[in-house]
């Protein structure tokens, strides 16, 4: 089974990640992760770290002749943000004593991890929570999960995204969502995932990137943030994977774990969510079909699952995600020294980062399916696992 670990602070010298459980003779290679950072450091409203950083992700073990070999792949990304503020950071993270002193930051800023990490690590000084809590920590995650996507894409599966919604602008309602998206799934998740690329804030209905581009400049004029809501599909999946047996193999539980452990989100939901439980029996639930030898669904508000296995379906996941807690305009905290109520300082960031968290959604999802597919079909190597494949009909 596939799991990954990274490691690396926002502002240290390099992003660490270690993946394992990949099987042997998957071809893997530095493009296909290079693509997957490139993507992630698009969209309107980023910030300016995204101006001079170009993420790369070097494969340093696991991989030879362009094939995985079974063991760990290790990767490693420099920041070159390190280089720029190398006159604090390394300071910071020195074991031994520096000449002049080094930055203590003691205000909080609300609705980031700031003041929770100082209380639980009983740190004097925020700067560290900073540095592991920041979402450069998605880029080595986007690196260390694009391996999993690639056995996923070995196998016929794709996964593509798209926004669905910035602050006050986004789709009215289900059927709108469904009618500009469900025509590009017909060759795969992966078209839709680049017509949505195609645009400034990766939502597919030109109309509403301008209004969503416009929604992001007046609150950047303001000096605050936005937030939004997007969805994931995934094509390809064939039914059966995950389980009903056990409250942690169901496969929604272990895909809301992932996308909720990603930074900044708020809510997921899978098919019609929320939607399903203002709507009555009969605009809910798919009714099954059984055409050219296969068991189908005459809808998908299911979205892909029923009782925590895959029906073979697309799998539409949709996420939330708050506003950036970071902002030009204060908030009101407390300075954990003093005690006194004052402004919080800005930190280099973005306006909206939903664009760019569509990408890293995207492929923290990938491990997730990647394991449910290898529990049903598992081998130790690609060649393997291809004699064991047998869709279910």
């Given at each position: 089974m596939i799991r990954y670990l990274t490691a690396g602070e926002s502002h240290g010298p390099e992003l660490i990640g270690i993946v394992e459980g990949l099987p042997a003779g998957l071809p893997l290679s530095q493009d296909a992760i290079t693509l997957q950072l490139a993507r992630r450091q698009e969209g309107y409203g980023r910030g300016g770290r995204m101006a001079f950083e170009k993420d790369t992700a070097e494969i340093v073990s696991g991989v030879r002749f362009g094939k995985t070999m079974g063991h760990p792949v290790a990767l490693k990304m420099v920041n070159r943000a390190y280089e720029r503020d190398e006159d604090n950071w390394p300071r910071v993270m020195s074991s031994t004593p520096v000449d002049g002193p080094v930055e203590r930051i003691t205000v909080p800023r609300p609705g980031h991890a700031d003041l929770v990490g100082v209380q639980k690590f009983?740190?004097?000084?925020?700067?560290?929570?900073?540095?592991?809590?920041?979402?450069?920590?998605?880029?080595?995650?986007?690196?260390?999960?694009?391996?999993?996507r690639e056995l996923l894409r070995y196998f016929g599966i794709q996964i593509g995204g798209h926004v669905l919604q910035i602050g006050?602008?986004?789709?009215?309602?289900?059927?709108?969502?469904r009618s500009a998206a469900d025509p590009l799934l017909i060759d795969g998740a992966e078209k839709l995932g680049m017509a949505a690329d195609a645009s400034e804030v990766r939502c597919l209905d030109d109309n509403l990137t301008e209004l969503m581009v416009e929604e992001i400049k007046k609150r950047r004029k303001e000096g605050s943030s936005l937030g939004g809501i997007y969805e994931i599909v995934v094509t390809g999946l064939p039914a059966g994977l995950g389980s009903y047996a056990h409250w942690d193999r169901k496969l929604e539980g272990i895909l809301a774990q992932a996308v909720m452990s990603t930074q900044a989100m708020k809510g997921v939901e899978i098919g019609l969510g929320f939607e399903a439980g203002r709507r009555h029996g009969h605009q809910v639930h798919d009714e099954i079909t059984w055409e050219q030898e296969r068991f189908g669904r005459t809808t998908n508000r299911a979205g892909g699952l029923e009782g925590g296995v895959t029906t073979g379906m697309p799998l539409i996941i949709r996420g939330i995600m708050k506003p950036i807690p970071t902002m030009l305009k204060p908030l009101k905290t407390v300075d954990m020294e003093t005690k006194k109520i004052q402004d919080t300082r800005y930190e280099r960031s973005d306006v909206c980062a939903l664009p760019r968290a569509v990408v890293v959604v995207e492929n923290v999802i990938a491990p997730a399916l990647a394991n449910a597919f290898l529990e049903k079909f598992g081998g130790d190597s690609i060649s393997e696992i291809s004699e064991r494949y047998r869709p279910a009909n």
């Open positions: 009983r740190f004097d000084d925020i700067r560290p929570v900073i540095e592991r809590s920041s979402a450069r920590e998605t880029a080595m995650r986007v690196a260390c999960c694009a391996t999993a006050e602008q986004g789709y009215d309602g289900w059927d709108n969502v």
